[in-house]
DNA sequence: CGGACAGTTGATCCCGTTCAAGAAACGTGG
DNA sequence: CCACGTTTCTTGAACGGGATCAACTGTCCG
């Protein structure tokens, strides 16, 4: 299970190895519970083997801004192993299965096997340039626009884990969740999700979503899938000579 | 100049002296030039040994995000060497002066040389948590907030960064900038800039600002300064034992 | 001195909020 | 299997923060 992540870098048989040997406990995570929470001092990353987890942080007003999404196959919390205390909450979104693993134990892989700290790193770049979509969509998009790119990202990070096909997907989101996602109100999320459908843009049923035309929901979203990086999501060009 | 990097964390003189042997040009900027483009292949990282620089993204409609700035001592596009498409605009703010190291120069170092590796990781963990915190901050907090938010954020950077004492910065952004990097028209950055000079929790001359009572203005703007993890950035508690 | 750019101020408008209440869907326990 | 409370979704009406448009002022610099 660990290994779906060795896809991502190539890697030797020693580096394969040492990620196999990485000991950790997996342990199964109720819906909304914590995995991490800010100002704790934490000592250990996690990864996700099964179910979504996601970031966030709630203001002294009280408003809680959801930051970031994270699915099966996702490497969280390597702040953790480099940083000293959380700045943000990380709560399960869906029942979750998680792989424990102590912070020193991250640590002294990252030392001996650098190429194997380098593929992670990788991961930590790719999440900053989904925070840095996130701000775009949440300064810059109206609400139209800012959910019909939230939704163009699900499909594509979904896709890429395996976990959706022909643009359909179960997006495990209450409408106030993605309200807090997309810096909106429920009830409006929940407007702009009725105009999307009623324009034949999506398609709903319970949380399923579909996307019937690709394109257009693509145009309207304005929505590139560069930040992504999606080529170093399968396989990585590496870090040998290339 | 790129010594100031060591600081950060604890390095064996091998590392030292593989940091100082990096290949690289130094080289200025003028005011508004590009540093990188999205879209572009790019092969080089860059340290900023002086002036300020700034990520953004240009939405389909023209709108712009600024996401993140830099100051001297900040690596940035580490990016480049780790991924293949930049997914940003970096721009300089003021005239730099900017130190470029060869994609490949940063990739040997890392592999040789975990533990600067490791360091330089903290360094992209803390960006995406300063990214997180922007997430916050454009989606969940009103425009006078907002503003005396990134104003609290940067006296606290500037400050780490040797740049700003007793509360005391020039912050080289046009109120058109500000507008940018908050989410914010300019002319609105503007009436909430002069209501909190008017109120007394900010005082401006030109582009000068100064905070005469820290203790409110951190109060109203929601500001907790633990997201910038600023123990990490002087001297760093160390992958060794610790 | 003049032209460009940054900052300032006023009047009006609109997107998204707020408040409120009803309708589905869901998970419980009997 | 149904009755139930709870959570989530849906819809309407009125309000407001920030946007937009427009004009004016100041400042830098050639």
Redesign the interface.
């Known amino acids: 299970m660990i290994r779906k992540f060795e896809r991502r870098a190539p890697l030797d048989e020693g580096d394969r190895q040492a990620l196999r040997d990485l000991p950790h406990r997996i342990q199964a995570v109720e819906p909304a519970a914590y995995i991490l929470r800010?100002?704790e001092r934490c000592d250990r990353s996690c990864l996700i083997v099964e179910g979504f987890a996601y970031?966030h942080?709630v203001?002294?007003?009280g408003?809680?801004?959801i930051?970031?999404v994270h699915m099966p196959g996702d490497l969280i919390d390597?702040?953790c192993a480099?940083?000293?205390?959380a700045?943000?909450n990380v709560q399960a979104l869906t029942r979750c299965s998680v792989a424990f693993i102590p912070r020193e134990a991250v640590?002294a892989l990252?030392?001996?096997h650098?190429?194997v700290?380098?593929a992670m790193?990788?991961d930590?770049?790719?999440?900053?340039?989904i925070?840095?979509?996130?701000?775009?969509n949440?300064?810059?998009?109206d609400a139209r626009?800012r959910i019909a790119h939230l939704l163009c990202e699900f499909v594509r990070r979904l896709e890429a884990a395996g976990l959706a096909r022909e643009y359909r997907y179960e997006l495990p989101m209450t409408q106030e969740q993605l309200a807090d996602a997309?810096?909106l109100t429920p009830v409006h999320v929940n407007r702009v999700l009725m105009a999307l459908a009623r324009e034949g843009l999506i398609e709903r049923h319970r949380r399923f979503v579909a996307i019937p035309d690709w394109e257009a929901l693509r145009r309207v979203a304005?929505f590139s899938e560069?930040?992504l990086?999606l080529?170093?999501v399968r396989a990585e060009?590496g870090?040998n000579p290339g």
Do not use: M, N
């Open positions: 800010e100002g970031r942080k203001t002294v007003e408003a809680r801004q930051v970031g390597l702040e480099l940083l000293t205390v700045d943000h640590r990252i030392l001996s650098p190429r700290g380098a790193w990788v930590t770049l790719i999440d900053g340039a925070f840095r979509e996130w701000v775009v949440v300064g810059r998009r626009t997309t810096g304005g560069l930040y990086h080529d170093q060009p870090l």
